[in-house]
């Protein structure tokens, strides 16, 4: 296995691992690990913490169970309780059923997603529990139609009952040749 391949395994497998924790451990809220700080090359700005999310490969059934659980009651504690009992169990379990790239929402007239947009690339920083992951990573906007914006906008919706229904959505997909993590990934 190459050293990228290992790479993106290992970061997919700990981001799982955190989030389980996470859900398992802290009701949902996001963990050091899944926010990211943001470099722009062309910029002395680092922005963040931004909350990331991981998307299943094959997502429109887990999606459709997340809006189910939005879409059954107006409580967003009842909302939150069906998302950890959902998120808790094996969701996380198997980190090969999930997609390589992260996702983010921004607000429509967000100045970082326009920057982030105009330049098309970007680092995000990642750490917890003593590992670093530092990916360049390719930025794009996805839209409304797409599968990975409707499970990650669903999942949001979950836990943030005032989470706006149009959000911009931004995909990082890493290049995990030019990527690096500390202590290096070694297994």
């Not at 914006?149 to 949001?156: E, I």
Request: glycine share 4%; aromatic share 10%.
């Amino acid at each position: 296995m190459t050293d990228s391949k290992k790479l993106k395994k290992y970061f997919i497998g700990w981001q799982c691992r955190i989030r389980q924790l996470a859900v398992r451990n802290d009701d949902g809220r996001p963990s050091q690990g899944m926010q990211a700080t943001i470099a722009i090359k062309g910029t002395d700005q680092l922005f963040g913490p931004v909350n990331t999310g991981l998307v299943r490969s094959d997502s429109k059934d887990i999606t459709a169970e997340f809006r189910f659980i939005v879409q059954k009651t107006h409580d967003p504690n009842l909302r939150q309780e069906a998302a950890i009992k959902l998120l808790s169990s094996a969701y996380y379990q198997h980190p090969k059923k999930f997609e390589d790239f992260l996702t983010a929402t921004f607000a429509l007239d967000s100045e970082i997603a326009v920057h982030l947009l105009r330049a098309g690339k970007c680092k995000l920083n990642f750490e917890q529990y003593q590992q670093q992951f530092n990916l360049h990573c390719s930025v794009e906007s996805v839209e409304e139609q797409d599968d990975a914006y409707q499970a990650t906008y669903w999942h949001n919706r979950m836990f943030n009952p005032v989470l706006p229904a149009k959000i911009q959505l931004l995909k990082f997909t890493p290049h995990w040749g030019k990527s690096t993590a500390t202590p290096e990934v070694i297994k």
